[in-house]
């Protein structure tokens, strides 16, 4: 079982770029395809990016594609969102995630992943 931590969010004006980091305990993120999900308020929880458990391909959100950056550092055992270009509309609850299935048809899609990080809070001001 891992344990994830998520940190590096704040408040940031619209233009700007944060970096959040996972880190993992427990288990190694090598181990697990790893996600980047988020949660506006009063909306449904969506999919940012994903890194797969073999080979390390990215896969991201069409909404986020060219802002967003996922990647993972073994050695540290984190997991990495670089987000450039802040929007307004980016602004949620940030949550790290990691699941054991490997299937890419999936791999964006939160009911797959069976741990997840309490999150952290972005906010984009105008």
């Known amino acids: 079982q891992v344990q994830l931590v998520e940190s590096g969010g704040g408040l940031v004006q619209a233009g700007g770029s944060l970096r959040l980091s996972c880190a993992a305990s427990g288990r190694t993120v090598s181990s697990y395809g790893m996600g980047w999900f988020r949660q506006a308020p009063g909306k449904e929880r969506e999919s940012v990016a994903a890194?797969?458990?073999?080979?390390?391909?990215?896969y991201y959100a069409d909404s986020v594609k060219g802002r967003f950056t996922i990647s993972r550092d073994n050695a540290k055992n984190t997991v990495y969102l670089q987000i450039d270009s802040l929007k307004p509309e980016d602004t949620a609850v940030y949550y790290c995630a990691a699941r054991s299935v490997q299937t890419l048809a999936t791999i964006l899609r939160p009911s797959t992943y069976d741990y997840w990080g309490q999150g952290t809070q972005v906010t984009v001001s105008s």
């Open positions: 890194i797969r458990r073999s080979g390390g391909s990215t």
